[in-house]
């Protein structure tokens, strides 16, 4: 099993433009998550998913959106980017709510 | 919102012991855990207490928890320098409509000098 994976593992962006973060993973788990870790912090959940088409939003929603089309996939959306989402973003799967999560290894993300 | 507490960086020698606290805030904690992070990667799931437990031990790591306290700890024996990484303690919220939530502290830098 490949386990969780994330792409891009870097990206620039300009204030303003958009992009999607990939995450899949081949666990067949129903929970999936994006956190995002500042430096120095704890990690901060933006979005979570309980199965395909059901999401819901974490502690730091604004600025994001997401979709779960399938049980595999998880893409986090930033429609305008600003420099307060510069940090690096982690997905996140597990089979039960909240308990043994399986991180993909990130995406550091920059907004200049 | 709940609160988890950990001190910045602990440093301690090969073959030493290391002692990673953490204190939380929130009464209804289910499940405590430790998750490792080595640089430029995602968080590995270390261990984990159930909070009717005091303490687990698996290998090298033991977790004590004092409930009445709140205050989570990781022991790990016999450091060694593969072990230098962050440490991050989580708990998840024991409320029905937080279930799907896990609160991180800020993380211990942990780094062992051979």
């Known amino acids: 099993n490949a386990g969780v994976t994330q792409t891009p593992k870097f990206r620039i962006l300009k204030i303003g433009q958009s992009m999607t973060l990939q995450c899949a993973q081949d666990?067949?788990?129903?929970?999936m998550y994006w956190y995002r870790q500042d430096p120095g912090m704890g990690l901060k959940l933006i979005y979570y998913s309980v199965g395909a088409g059901i999401t819901d939003k974490g502690e730091v929603p604004n600025g994001y959106n997401v979709s779960r089309s399938t049980t595999e996939d998880f893409p986090l959306r930033l429609e305008l980017a600003a420099p307060s989402q510069t940090s690096v973003y982690f997905c996140?799967?597990?089979?039960?709510?909240?308990?043994?999560?399986?991180f993909g290894p990130g995406t550091r993300l920059t907004v200049l | 919102g709940e609160d988890v507490e950990q001190s910045l960086f602990l440093s301690v020698r090969e073959g030493d012991s290391s002692v990673i606290n953490c204190t939380y805030t929130d009464s209804s904690s289910t499940y405590l855990y430790w998750y490792k992070q080595e640089p430029g990667a995602g968080l590995q799931l270390l261990t984990y207490i159930f909070s009717n437990m005091d303490m687990k031990q698996d290998q090298r790591l033991t977790v004590l928890l004092n409930k009445k306290d709140k205050h989570l700890s990781l022991r790990i024996a016999d450091t060694q320098t593969g072990d230098s990484a962050i440490y991050f303690c989580?708990?998840?919220?024991?409320?029905?409509?937080?279930?799907?939530?896990?609160?991180f502290g800020g993380g211990t830098r942990l780094m062992v000098k051979p």
């Open positions: 989580a708990e998840r919220d024991g409320h029905y409509n937080a279930g799907n939530m896990l609160t």
């Open positions: 996140a799967s597990s089979k039960l709510a909240a308990h043994q999560q399986f």
């Open positions: 666990m067949n788990h129903n929970y």
